[in-house]
């Protein structure tokens, strides 16, 4: 399958508590393009950009709302020959009803300074964050900074992978004598 990169190249992170509205523009999200579409999160990047001391806690989590309306950011594919999709994901830090992080389905703490600091995590083979749909819980993922410390500029990226789920019936009455569910 192919990768993407999903970024927002500058941004000030708000610090909210868990399920409470995501001010704009203050949190970097990445929701499912489709209700069936499955991608795999394999990189999580943060480059501190402030111009000061500014000790972030910040979080990647699953949202138990969602954000609808949303302001696209940038999202590009890695390898220049991939096909474009159909329904991809969108990246994206504004919208008109705002996301919230769970308070149950926090994923990573990724605290550090954004004076200069960078925080890079890599998933291990077969220790991907899945997403799922584009509802909550399972279709949109944050990164987002909780209650503490003074989070400053940043910029960020996701690296992602969309897999493409093939859900089809196929009768086979003379062969298997009924019905079977294929999976590619």
Aim: glycine share 12%.
């Amino acid at each position: 399958m192919s990768r993407w990169s999903a970024n927002i190249p500058t941004w000030t992170p708000v610090a909210v508590a868990d399920a409470t509205n995501f001010t704009d523009t203050g949190h970097m999200s990445l929701q499912g393009g489709s209700s069936t579409q499955r991608s795999n999160i394999l990189e999580v990047y943060m480059g501190g950009q402030a111009g000061a001391s500014s000790p972030s806690i910040m979080l990647l989590a699953r949202d138990s709302t969602v954000g609808a309306t949303l302001s696209v950011g940038r999202l590009a594919a890695l390898d220049p020959s991939t096909a474009a999709l159909a329904a991809p994901p969108v990246v994206f830090n504004t919208s008109t009803t705002k996301p919230q992080r769970s308070a149950t389905m926090s994923l990573l703490n990724l605290s550090y300074n954004a004076f200069g600091g960078i925080v890079r995590w890599v998933a291990a083979p077969g220790e991907e964050i899945g997403l799922l749909g584009n509802t909550a819980s399972l279709g949109e993922v944050s990164l987002s900074a909780f209650t503490g410390g003074t989070p400053g500029l940043t910029g960020s990226h996701f690296v992602f992978e969309p897999f493409v789920v093939l859900l089809g019936l196929i009768s086979m009455f003379g062969l298997f004598g009924g019905m079977q569910a294929i999976i590619c």
